[in-house]
């Protein structure tokens, strides 16, 4: 084999290297240690709230019976549909940006509308309704708020004097 010659220095300058950046997770890993131990040993002595900042040793045993209740299918779950769902996005983003770019009337038009949908707060494009499994002939009220035009507001007009 044809091997590459490398120098003396450069030999030790890669070893420096790599002893550094062992160092370095070592470093790193004592400090979470520690920071883990110290935490464990105020929470046991009391001296920290242990209700308030709870402990190492309970998160860990809630994570591993979470685990043990299909924990890790539902991140699965949740990975999945945020994967598919940004790809969802990414992807009718890049063909209406594609068309808006070919069609200077389309563009000129969905202007105005497009510059009030980028300057609303992101949390404010969600849906009106959220109904989370509830029936909507329950109330008019969904986790606190109030929606005025829902379909069974305008089925039944008594909704107007209901609070009065």
Same mark, same amino acid.
């Given at each position: 084999m044809n091997k590459i010659m490398i120098s003396d220095e450069r030999r030790k300058y890669l070893k420096k290297i790599k002893r550094e950046k062992w160092l370095v997770?070592?470093?790193?890993?004592?400090?979470l240690i520690g920071f883990l131990l110290i935490w464990e040993i105020l929470a046991n002595k009391n001296i920290i709230d242990s209700f308030i900042t709870?402990?190492?040793s309970r998160i860990?045993?809630? +994570?591993?019976?979470?685990?043990?209740?299909?924990?890790?299918?539902?991140?699965?779950?949740?990975t999945y549909e945020t994967i598919?769902? +940004?790809g969802l996005g990414t992807i009718l983003g890049i063909i209406i940006a594609i068309i808006l770019w070919w069609?200077?009337?389309?563009?000129?038009?969905a202007e105005p509308y497009l510059v009030v949908?980028?300057?609303?707060p992101k949390v404010a494009l969600r849906t009106?309704?959220?109904?989370?499994?509830?029936?909507?002939?329950?109330?008019?009220?969904?986790?606190g708020d109030f929606y005025i035009f829902?379909?069974?507001?305008?089925?039944?007009?008594?909704?107007?004097y209901k609070n009065r």
């Open positions: 997770l070592i470093a790193q890993i004592s400090i709870s402990q190492p860990f045993n809630t +994570f591993i019976n979470l685990g043990s209740n299909d924990l890790l299918k539902h991140i699965w779950v949740t598919i769902g +940004f069609s200077n009337f389309l563009s000129k038009v949908l980028n300057s609303l009106n309704y959220n109904n989370m499994g509830r029936s909507r002939y329950t109330s008019n009220y969904n986790n829902n379909s069974y507001n305008f089925r039944k007009s008594k909704w107007i």
